[in-house]
């Protein structure tokens, strides 16, 4: 059955370095995958989308790629910011249901 | 506009107590969906709706039932509470136009 996974290990940053996280899926390509932000002990908010024909899209310091070849999602967020430390998901879907990866917590320190 | 609302946030069960998990929704949206999310597990689907009057089994079903007898409400129940059933219960559902989710705030359910 397809599995989609993240680092577990949280990742740790310097303010003003780009954060790279990584998304992997095994098996079928999905027909789109997303990206969420989670903050504790609140729910998830959408980030950005993108779809298997699409190879990278951008929202303001946020930036997804998918490479189908690699089966492989990658996130991007530069300048990052202390702000930005939160729990970052990834889900794709499959018909009418959306799987979850296990999330990667991102630390950006000052 | 409140998006969507999930009503009660925290809930104290002794094992074998019911209760329901309330989640509304003032987008009008079809989808609507009910993941629990336990430490080091991640996000998993419970159950499942694309419309009024219709449910469907997602990854973890067992020991709990749904009911959409509103567009607008998508209810959780747990008949029997279990220790296993201890978890933050999120609520989402999901925008047509663009597929994305919109979640609640989550209801935080201990059962001892």
């Known amino acids: 059955s397809q599995k989609i996974e993240q680092n577990s290990e949280a990742l740790n940053i310097q303010e003003g370095k780009t954060a790279t996280l990584t998304c992997n899926y095994t098996n079928y390509s999905p027909a789109y995958l997303q990206w969420y932000r989670q903050d504790p002990g609140r729910g998830p908010v959408f980030l950005l989308l993108i779809r298997e024909n699409e190879k990278e899209k951008r929202k303001e310091r946020l930036k997804v790629t998918f490479d189908t070849t690699l089966k492989q999602s990658l996130f991007h967020i530069t300048a990052s910011q202390p702000a930005d430390s939160a729990t970052y998901l990834c889900a794709y879907n499959a018909g009418n249901m959306f799987t979850f990866g296990g999330g990667t917590r991102l630390m950006v320190k000052p | 506009n409140a998006g969507v609302t999930q009503t009660p946030k925290f809930r104290v069960l002794k094992t074998g107590q019911s209760m329901t998990l309330l989640c509304a929704q003032d987008m009008n949206h079809e989808y609507m969906y009910w993941y629990r999310q336990d430490p080091g597990m991640g996000l998993r689907l419970i159950h499942y709706?694309?419309?009024?009057?219709?449910?469907a089994k997602g990854e973890v079903p067992d020991g709990y039932n749904v009911s959409r007898l509103k567009k607008q409400n998508f209810l959780l129940g747990l008949e029997s509470a279990a220790p296993s059933q201890t978890s933050v219960y999120f609520c989402a559902s999901r925008s047509q136009g663009t597929g994305e989710l919109f979640f609640g705030e989550g209801s935080r359910l201990t059962v001892l």
């Open positions: 709706s694309v419309g009024e009057g219709t449910t």
